[in-house]
Antibody
């Protein structure tokens, strides 16, 4: 079955760029929508944005000036870049597969990213 | 942004008893196509969330039939007919009518 796995640095310095990759195994990245969601420690869930496999993106307006989501169909993976990070960006970051109607139908296990000097 | 409000935020339940969680949205989630763009998720302790109910009332694959979703427009309910110990965790509703997609605050279900 399809599995998602996040990877990237667990520690990022303030003002730098957070970069994560989600590898999709057991299925093709084509034909689907791919999403990033985050969860600060002990808090609720925040939708960051999604990318269609063709490259069309939608971002949360609260992050749009700092976020970029990209897709690499040849590698069957998609990525998140979040620039100018602060401690408020410390969170577990989840990648997910989303249906065409917006349902987050499959989640990765999540990766904790801490922003600290 | 559409604001999602869940209640209660904490829900202690005796095993075998029913439970229900309310989710209200600040805007109508019923699309002109007749679908309600409201999903329910459960995040068990130490795990990532997983899908329970999509488009208001459709159980996801593998979800036990003791879980059901109902409601339309701005008022939705997740019901568990008989709570089991494995149902503990935080339940979230999420609207996907319009971006940014938004979640409720979460309801923590615990066993009495």
């Amino acid at each position: 079955q399809v599995q998602l796995q996040e990877s990237g640095p667990g520690l990022v310095k303030p003002s730098e760029t957070l970069s994560l990759t989600c590898s999709v195994s057991g299925g093709s990245i084509s034909g689907h929508v791919w999403t990033w969601i985050r969860q600060p420690p002990g808090q609720g869930l925040e939708w960051i944005g999604y990318i269609y496999y063709t490259g069309i993106t939608r971002y949360n307006p609260s992050l749009t000036s700092r976020v970029t989501i990209s897709v690499d169909t040849s590698q069957n993976q998609f990525s998140l870049n979040l620039s100018s990070v602060t401690a408020a960006d410390t969170a577990v970051y989840y990648c997910a597969r989303t249906s065409l109607e917006g349902t987050t139908e499959l989640w990765g296990q999540g990766t904790l990213v801490t922003v600290s000097a | 942004d559409i604001v999602m409000t869940q209640s209660p935020l904490s829900l202690p339940v005796t095993p075998g008893e029913p439970a229900s969680i309310s989710c209200r949205s600040s805007q109508n989630l019923l699309h002109s196509n007749g679908k309600n763009y409201l999903d329910w998720y459960l995040q068990k302790p130490g795990q990532s969330p997983h899908l329970l109910i999509y488009l208001g009332s459709n159980r996801a694959s593998g979800v036990p039939d003791r879980f059901s979703g109902s409601g339309s427009g701005t008022d939705f309910t997740l019901r568990i007919s008989r709570v089991e110990a494995e149902d503990v965790g935080v339940y979230y509703c999420m609207q996907t009518l319009s971006t940014p997609y938004t979640f409720g605050q979460g309801t923590k279900l615990e066993i009495k």
